[in-house]
T-cell receptor
Framework: AQSVTQPDIHITVSEGASLELRCNYS??????LFWYVQSPGQGLQLLLK??????LVQGIKGFEAEFKRSQSSFNLRKPSVHWSDAAEYFC??????????????FGTGTRLTVIP | DADVTQTPRNRITKTGKRIMLECSQT?????MYWYRQDPGLGLQLIYY???????NKGEISDGYSVSRQAQAKFSLSLESAIPNQTALYFC???????????FGPGTRLTVT
């Protein structure tokens, strides 16, 4: 069955430091992978997506993610974190539900705190 | 991105009351979704609809019902609210071509 694991519940980084948020998925076929960000009091905003092709994908706000099939991972990275990046980040995989419909499965999220 | 609106944004209600959360979108996407978000649990799918005549249960549909009044409108109802339905509720829209979904701003529901 498909699943998404975000092993880090909460990460704290200093402003200007680099960031990597981990995401591992379980899915039998080629996955469609996404990262969403949720700022406090806001809905989820799509940061980036991977469907096929180049395994390093660029997103908005200076984020990038790398798909590694051998590790079943899709980690999110940013070289220099800004205070405004403090938010909750969700990894998701597009997969088939038991009904046969294509939907998204979300991880439980990683909360990012940025300290000055 | 899809323009997805949700009303109300915040609601406090009492146990046993019926409540409806509404979602509308202006981009013509055919697929609409209702999710519930609880701290530490991520997003759980309540119901989804691929067109006006297609309604499907998600992971946690018990205690909820939905109505797709039009392509652009998808409502979530709690027939008799209970305190453990206190949560943040999101509507999302998407297309058949991709898995991408675009989210509304959310409704914070508190059941006392």
């Amino acid at each position: 069955a498909q699943s998404v694991t975000q092993p880090d519940i909460h990460i704290t980084v200093s402003e200007g430091a680099s960031l990597e948020l981990r995401c591992n998925y379980s899915y039998g076929a080629t996955p469609y992978l996404f990262w969403y960000v949720q700022s406090p009091g806001q809905g989820l905003q799509l940061l980036l997506k991977y469907f096929s092709g180049d395994t390093l994908v660029q997103g908005i706000k200076g984020f990038e993610a790398e798909f590694k099939r051998s590790q079943s991972s899709f980690n999110l990275r940013k070289p220099s974190v800004h205070w405004s990046d403090a938010a909750e980040y969700f990894c998701a995989v597009g997969a088939r539900w038991q009904t046969g419909a294509n939907n998204l499965f979300f991880g439980t999220g990683t909360r990012l705190t940025v300290i000055p | 991105d899809a323009d997805v609106t949700q009303t109300p944004r915040n609601r406090i209600t009492k146990t046993g009351k019926r409540i409806m959360l509404e979602c509308s979108q202006t981009k013509g996407h055919d697929r609409m979704y209702w999710y519930r978000q609880d701290p530490g649990l991520g997003l759980q799918l309540i119901y989804y609809s691929f067109d006006v005549k297609d309604i499907n249960k998600g992971e946690i549909s018990d205690g909820y019902s939905v109505s797709r009044q039009a392509q652009a409108k998808f409502s979530l109802s709690l027939e008799s609210a209970i305190p453990n339905q206190t949560a943040l509720y999101f509507c999302a829209v998407g297309t058949a071509k991709t898995y991408e979904q675009y989210f509304g701003p959310g409704t914070r529901l508190t059941v006392t």
